[in-house]
């Protein structure tokens, strides 16, 4: 079988085939929002779109439910675009070309966009049912979760009646989350003068690639390599040995909840080094491999290059160098409380030289995740210092809440019943050091009981991303009994 629509179940699949037809790239979400709007108007739902332009639909119970308490059920529509650098695909215009790969359904060269594609498909598959018995839904289907949770950020009292909410956006099948990580981004720029390139030197490129990388949160526990923390090693050991090396570009990591697996810097040094810097970096590079065992793919490559416009100024690279050293990155806390469970964390995700209004800059974005707010503020503060030092100007952006597990909620021992009764075994319940929305979910709605749940996802955030294709199977079915068991309303 080579189509994803043609697996079981189907209901499920077929919409999650179209949705990668459907190019949803975070901020980018208008042709799947009009897609999603469509369908439900096709069906008779009724259906709107809030100020931020998130998605609300509502379906009438079935026969015989109508005594049932409401259901809300939400999922978001946007997926992460990641690719590989030698992958020609344009997230904007092209569609995502899923395989199936023995019992995985993933991606050609990009992210597959199972998280979240296969939670809205879920609540298509089940707002487009004629046979399946349910309460009254109440869905939401938010945008831009994973570049900043506008839509969950702006979503506002009054659309909604219902009490119980199943978040269907966590990857791992038998888990069940009642809580997740705040986050807070953190942005610095240090400008930089752009300096002739010295007459006698030559240009190179060095490419860091074959990482692991991976989601933010989810693997910052794994002890992967940062793109951007092994290309600034290689680029001071050289440095060090050849003073007068120049930084001319830095172009390292994509996206701020994706653990940076590419960089790629142009640097010069005198034509005299050429033989020194090629020994350096194949020194270096084995010393990081060694040291890097769980990353068998690791490529660290110098080859030659065309002379740049410029190179950076030499106070600043060194300030450069040395707040990236300084740079935290990977678990600050593992939880005393929850066992396994990283507290808090830093993800150096950018690092890039750009020319802004003819100013030239060096730009760092970093992702702070923690269980507590208080925490995530203070490991944010600390990251932004490391940058400070050298003069950079850093800020503490875009702060999302924790989402604060309640161990007494009655939808929980709901599900943990359902699921014993299907499996014979109790369910885990975990928190999550990811940013959920159910955090930012209870604000307008105080009210709602929420679990996250959802099919095993591996490698999210990267274009290894994969989702295991008997779990979405058991995941389906799962979701239905919850939805059949909802219980009266008081």
Request: glycine share 8%; with cysteine; proline share 6%.
């Amino acid at each position: 079988m080579s189509n994803i629509a043609e697996l079981n179940p189907v209901p499920l699949w077929k919409h999650f085939a179209r949705l990668c037809e459907i190019p949803r790239p975070s901020k980018h979400e208008q042709k799947v929002v009009e897609y999603i709007v469509d369908f439900a108007k096709q069906r008779g739902l009724d259906v709107q779109l809030d100020d931020i332009g998130n998605v609300i639909i509502k379906k009438p119970a079935t026969a015989g439910m109508e005594d049932r308490k409401i259901l809300a059920l939400q999922s978001h529509v946007d997926m992460v675009p990641q690719k590989n650098a030698d992958t020609d695909h344009d997230f904007l215009t092209d569609p995502i070309r899923p395989q199936i790969d023995g019992e995985w359904v993933t991606a050609t060269g990009t992210t597959l966009g199972a998280d979240n594609g296969i939670g809205v498909a879920a609540i298509l598959a089940l707002l487009e049912s004629t046979d399946i018995p349910h309460p009254a839904l109440e869905a939401l289907l938010t945008i831009d979760e994973e570049a900043g949770m506008t839509g969950a950020k702006n979503l506002q009292p009054g659309y909604f009646d219902a009490d119980l909410l199943l978040n269907l956006d966590t990857e791992d099948e038998g888990e069940l989350y009642v809580g997740c990580a705040g986050g807070v981004d953190v942005n610095a720029q240090l400008p930089y003068s752009a300096e002739a390139v010295p007459a006698d030197h030559k240009a190179f490129k060095l490419t860091v690639r074959g990482l692991r990388g991976g989601h933010s949160g989810l693997d910052i526990d794994k002890g992967r390599g940062n793109a951007n923390k092994i290309a600034n090693r290689v680029i001071d050991a050289a440095n060090q040995a050849i003073p007068e090396l120049r930084i001319a570009g830095l172009d390292g990591g994509t996206l701020r909840n994706a653990i940076p697996r590419e960089s790629f810097s142009t640097i010069t040094v005198p034509a005299g080094a050429e033989a020194q810097l090629k020994e350096i970096v194949a020194s270096e590079s084995d010393l990081i491999a060694r040291e890097l065992d769980n990353e068998a793919k690791l490529d660290i490559a110098l080859e030659s290059a065309d002379a740049p416009a410029s190179v950076m100024d030499s106070d600043t690279q060194q300030k450069v160098i040395r707040m990236i050293r300084a740079c935290p990155s990977g678990v600050e806390r593992m939880s005393t409380a929850l066992e396994g469970i990283a507290d808090t964390s830093n993800n150096l995700a950018r690092v890039v030289t750009e020319e802004v209004d003819g100013q030239h800059q060096v730009r760092i974005q970093c992702l702070v995740r923690s269980l507590s707010d208080s925490a995530r503020d203070q490991h944010g503060r600390n990251v932004a210092a490391a940058f400070e030092l050298a003069g950079a100007q850093a800020s503490l952006d875009n702060a999302y809440p924790g989402w604060t597990p309640n161990m007494a909620s009655p939808l929980l021992a709901l599900m943990k019943a359902v699921y014993k009764d299907m499996e014979g075994k109790e369910p885990e319940v975990k928190i999550i050091h990811a940013g959920l929305e159910c955090g930012l979910l209870a604000k307008p709605y105080p009210n709602w009981d929420m679990v996250s749940f959802g099919p095993t996802i591996r490698r999210a955030h990267s274009p290894e991303e994969r989702v295991h294709i008997e779990s979405v199977g058991n995941f389906w079915d799962y979701f239905l009994k919850v939805v059949e068991a909802i219980p009266a309303k008081a």
